[in-house]
């Protein structure tokens, strides 16, 4: 008994120094330097936006289509080579996130012509609006004659 619970703390404790050793958050994205400076498009790193439902985010892979010819090795991009070295993603710390029982489809919403910046805001700028809260949706869908029922939201 002793000796299985040491076998599975010994094994939690792995994975908790393995779980460390992944790159640090990178987070908040520089979306201005990207963007602005750059002339990205937001489609180039979240290609989904207007098929799916999730927008999708880059993998390391696509960074380093740019970052691996950069001459920046900045502190900044750090945890980008150490992830690239180390085959891991990158962890973001995801501010949209809305629970399991709403269906966000962002497709519907760009094919109803609406922008990136009408929910997220200034992202050039990298000023991000707070994730939208239900009394949000429903007044838009209000004002734009969208679904109202609960079902539209909630599964
Ligand atoms: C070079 C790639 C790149 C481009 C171009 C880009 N993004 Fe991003 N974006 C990211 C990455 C990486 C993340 C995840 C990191 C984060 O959340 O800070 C992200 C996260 C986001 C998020 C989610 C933030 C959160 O925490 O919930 C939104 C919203 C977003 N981007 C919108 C945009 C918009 C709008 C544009 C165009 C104006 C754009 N992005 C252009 C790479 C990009
Ligand atoms: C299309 C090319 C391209 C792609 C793709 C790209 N970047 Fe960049 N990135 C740049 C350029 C150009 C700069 C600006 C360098 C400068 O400041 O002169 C930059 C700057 C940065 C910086 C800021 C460095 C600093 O110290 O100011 C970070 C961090 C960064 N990129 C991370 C990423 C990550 C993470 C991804 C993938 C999600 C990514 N980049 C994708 C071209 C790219
Ligand atoms: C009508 C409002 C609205 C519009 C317009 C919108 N978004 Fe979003 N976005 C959201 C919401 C809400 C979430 C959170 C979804 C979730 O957690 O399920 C989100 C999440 C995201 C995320 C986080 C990760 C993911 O894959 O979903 C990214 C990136 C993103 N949006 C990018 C964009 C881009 C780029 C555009 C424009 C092409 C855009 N969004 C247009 C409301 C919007
Ligand atoms: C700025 C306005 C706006 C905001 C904010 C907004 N929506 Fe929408 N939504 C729309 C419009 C316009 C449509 C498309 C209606 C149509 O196609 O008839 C739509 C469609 C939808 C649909 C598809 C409904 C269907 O019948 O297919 C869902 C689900 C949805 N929205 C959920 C949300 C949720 C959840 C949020 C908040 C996180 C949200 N929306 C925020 C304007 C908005
Ligand atoms: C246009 C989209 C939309 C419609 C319509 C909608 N909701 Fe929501 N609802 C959301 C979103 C987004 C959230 C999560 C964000 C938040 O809690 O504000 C949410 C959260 C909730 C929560 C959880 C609150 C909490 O504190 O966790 C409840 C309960 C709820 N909704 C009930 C309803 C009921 C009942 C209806 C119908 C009368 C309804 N909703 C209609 C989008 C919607």
Redesign the pocket.
């Known amino acids: 008994m002793t000796l299985l619970f040491s076998l599975l703390l010994g094994a939690t404790l792995m994975l908790t120094l393995a779980g460390s050793d992944s790159p640090a958050p990178a987070s908040p994205f520089p979306h201005a330097k990207h963007v602005v400076e750059n002339g990205m498009s937001c489609l180039y790193c979240h290609p989904h936006a207007e098929k799916s439902l999730a927008a999708g985010l880059p993998s390391v892979k696509k960074c380093m289509d740019c970052h691996s010819f950069l001459n920046v090795r900045t502190e900044a991009v750090q945890p980008l080579f150490e992830a690239w070295e180390t085959q891991q993603p990158l962890r973001w710390a995801k501010q949209n996130d809305?629970?399991d029982h709403?269906v966000f489809p962002h497709h519907k919403h760009l094919k109803a012509e609406l922008a990136c910046r009408d929910c997220h805001g200034d992202v050039e700028q990298d000023r991000l609006s707070q994730p939208?809260?239900?009394?949000q949706?429903?007044a838009c869908?209000v004002e734009r004659d969208a679904?109202?029922?609960?079902s539209?939201?909630?599964k």
Do not use: E, I, N
Not at 132 to 135: E, Q, V
Not at 147 to 150: D, L, P
């Open positions: 809305l629970p709403v939208l809260a239900m009394k949706c429903v869908h679904g109202r029922s609960c539209t939201c909630h």
